[in-house]
C-alpha cells in the first residue's frame, strides 16, 4: 500500500426499484446482489470493488436501499440531532420498519464516506411526474456532498439526437436544485461499455482534490482493461472473418454422411450440379460452426454465459438485412448465415445429428447463393489444377459487416441483468457499420486476397485492423465523447 494511495467511494441512491442494483452489475461489471422488479430488494447496503491499481488505489460503489417514503425519511433525519428522534430511529424503526431504519443507516454512512453520490432516476417517466424529487433532493441536500444523477431506464438504444433531447429534459428540470452538479445518461441495460467513459470522465471533476491524482489512476486502470478487452474481440473477429476467406472445397470431393442426407432432404445434390451444390454446402456448414464458436468466445471474454450464443446471433439475425441482388426471402436465409443465427444447426452437427429444419436451411441458403448469381455468394477457380469453391468478395464484406453487429450485440448484452433479456442490436446500427465498413473496400480487398494465398497472418492482421477502426467509429458514432 503507497501512502499516497487513495481511496474512493460512490454511495448509488435512489428511490426503491429504479435499478440501483442491475446499474451496480453493470458498473461491476459481475453479478452482485438480487435483480427484481419489487420494491426493496436491496436491504443492506453493500460495497463493491470497482477498480484497483497496483499502486493500492481502490473504488468502491455502495449499493444501498431504495427510498420508500421518501417524506417521512427527511422529517426523521431533519430529528437526527435530538434524544427523541435517537428513540424513534434507534428503537421503533429499528425493529419495527427495519428497511426504513436500514435506509437511514446508509444516509448516514453515504454522508461520513462517500466521496460522490450517484442518484438514480427513472428516465421512463417525466420529471414532472416523479412526486418523489422534491422530498429525495432535500435528502440528497442533507448529505452534503456532490451528486450526479444518471438517467436510467432509457429504453432500447435510439439515435443521439432522440437521446440528447431526453437527457436535456432532465437537466433543465434538476436545474433548480443546487446539489446537482451533473446530469448523464447510464442506463444499466441497453448501452455498450464505452459510455461509461463519459460517467467516469464527469465524475473526474467532483473528487476531492487530495484523491484526484489516485482516481486518474483508478481511470487508467478501466481504460487499459477495456482497450485489451476490444483488441482480442476484433482479433476473435478477424480469426472468423479470415477463415471463411481462406476457406474453399475442390469440387471433385465427394459428399458424404450428414451433409449428403440434408442435401437430398431438401431436393439438392441431384442432376449436373450436384458436385457444386455439395461443396457451396459444406462451405455454409464449417461457416456456421466458426460463427458459433466464434459468439461463445465473444461471450465469454464479455464474462457471459457461453451458452447464450444462439441468442445473441438471433437477436442479430432479427436486425440485420443482407443487402445482395436476391429477393426478400432469399435474403432473409443469407442473413441468418452471415449473422449467425443458424447456431441450432451447428448444434445438430456438433452432436452428430441433423434434422430436416437444419438441412432444409442448407439447402436454402444454397439456392438464395446460387440464384443471387454465383459471382456474389460463391467463386469458382482452380487451384493445383483442381477446380474449387470459395466464398466471394462481396459475400466475405457482407460477412464482416455481420462479424461486428455481433461484437456490437455481445458487448450490450445481458449487461445488468445476468440472464438474458432481449432488447439489443436496434435496426440503426447496421446503417452505421456498413457506413464506415464501405470506406475499407480497397483494404478488404486486399485481405481476401492475402488469405486465399495462403498468407493467413497477414490476412487477419489486416481484417483485424479493418474490424477495429469500423467498430471504433460507430461506437463514436453512437456514443459521442466516449472513443
Known amino acids: 500500500m503507497n501512502d499516497s494511495a487513495a481511496t474512493i467511494q460512490f454511495a448509488l441512491i435512489s428511490h426503491t426499484n429504479n435499478g440501483k442494483t442491475t446499474l451496480a452489475r453493470t458498473l461491476v461489471g459481475v453479478d452482485v446482489g438480487e435483480v427484481r422488479d419489487a420494491a426493496h430488494v436491496t436491504i443492506f447496503a453493500e460495497s463493491h470493488l470497482l477498480l484497483q491499481t ?18 417521512r425519511l427527511l422529517r426523521r433525519l431533519g430529528m437526527a440531532g435530538n434524544p427523541i428522534g435517537w428513540f424513534l430511529r434507534e428503537v421503533l424503526d429499528r425493529y419495527r420498519d427495519r428497511p426504513f431504519w436500514l435506509s437511514q443507516q446508509a444516509l448516514r454512512a453515504a454522508r461520513d464516506e462517500a466521496d460522490v453520490v450517484l442518484y438514480l432516476v427513472n428516465s421512463s417517466e417525466h420529471p414532472r411526474d416523479a412526486g418523489y424529487l422534491p422530498p429525495e433532493m432535500q435528502i440528497l441536500d442533507w448529505l452534503g456532498k456532490p451528486v450526479v444523477v444518471l438517467l436510467n431506464q432509457l429504453g432500447p438504444p435510439r439515435p443521439a439526437p432522440q437521446e440528447h433531447a431526453e437527457l436535456a429534459r432532465w ?14 445518461a447510464l442506463d444499466a441495460f441497453a448501452r455498450c461499455w464505452v ?38 474481440a476484433m482479433h476473435i473477429t478477424a480469426e472468423q ?14 459428399s458424404r454422411g450428414l451433409l449428403k442426407s440434408a442435401l437430398r432432404a431438401v431436393g439438392l445434390g441431384k442432376g449436373s450440379d450436384q458436385v457444386q451444390e455439395q461443396a457451396m454446402g459444406l462451405l455454409l456448414e464449417r461457416l456456421n460452426v466458426n460463427i458459433a464458436s466464434t459468439t461463445a468466445r465473444l461471450l465469454t471474454l464479455h464474462q457471459l454465459d457461453p451458452s447464450d450464443a444462439a ?8 436486425h440485420f438485412q443482407v ?47 446460387t440464384l443471387a448469381g454465383a459471382a456474389w455468394g460463391f467463386n469458382t477457380s482452380t487451384d493445383r489444377n483442381v477446380p474449387i469453391v470459395r466464398f466471394a468478395d462481396a459475400f466475405l464484406h457482407t460477412l464482416l459487416v455481420g462479424a461486428v453487429l455481433r461484437y456490437l450485440a455481445v458487448a450490450h448484452f445481458g449487461r445488468g441483468r445476468g440472464n438474458f433479456v432481449e432488447s439489443e442490436a436496434p435496426a440503426f446500427w ?13 483494404a478488404l480487398a486486399r485481405a481476401w486476397e492475402l488469405a486465399r494465398a495462403g498468407a493467413g497472418d497477414e490476412a487477419t492482421a489486416l481484417i483485424e485492423g479493418v474490424a477495429t477502426e469500423v467498430t471504433t467509429a460507430t461506437l463514436a458514432q453512437l456514443y459521442p465523447r466516449s472513443i
Do not use: C
Not at 497496483?54 to 417524506?71: A, C, I, K, M, Q
Not at 437537466?171 to 448523464?184: A, M
Not at 489512476?217 to 476490444?230: I, M, T
Open 430 to 442: 447496421q446503417a452505421a457499420v456498413e457506413r464506415h465498413a464501405s470506406a475499407h473496400a480497397q
Open 54 to 71: 497496483p499502486e493500492g488505489d481502490t473504488l468502491r460503489l455502495w449499493d444501498t436501499p431504495g427510498f420508500g417514503d421518501s417524506v
Open 241 to 254: 472473418v479470415a477463415g471463411a476467406a481462406r476457406d474453399s472445397v475442390p469440387l471433385a470431393a465427394p
Open 311 to 318: 441468442k445473441i446471433n438471433a437477436r442479430v439475425r432479427e
Open 323 to 369: 443487402r445482395a441482388p436476391v429477393d426478400r426471402a432469399q435474403a432473409g436465409l443469407l442473413g441468418a448465415i452471415v449473422s449467425g443465427a443458424a447456431t441450432g444447426l451447428s448444434a445438430d452437427l456438433m452432436a452428430g445429428g441433423l434434422s430436416f429444419g437444419a438441412g432444409a436451411l442448407i439447402g436454402g441458403l444454397v439456392g438464395a447463393l
Open 195 to 232: 459510455h461509461e467513459r463519459v460517467f467516469y470522465d464527469a465524475v473526474a471533476e467532483l473528487i476531492p482534490e487530495p484523491k484526484r491524482a489516485g482516481y486518474a489512476r483508478l481511470f487508467g486502470v478501466w481504460e487499459a482493461r477495456n482497450r485489451r478487452r476490444l483488441a482480442e
Open 171 to 184: 437537466r433543465e428540470h434538476l436545474d433548480q436544485y443546487r446539489i446537482v452538479r451533473d446530469v448523464l
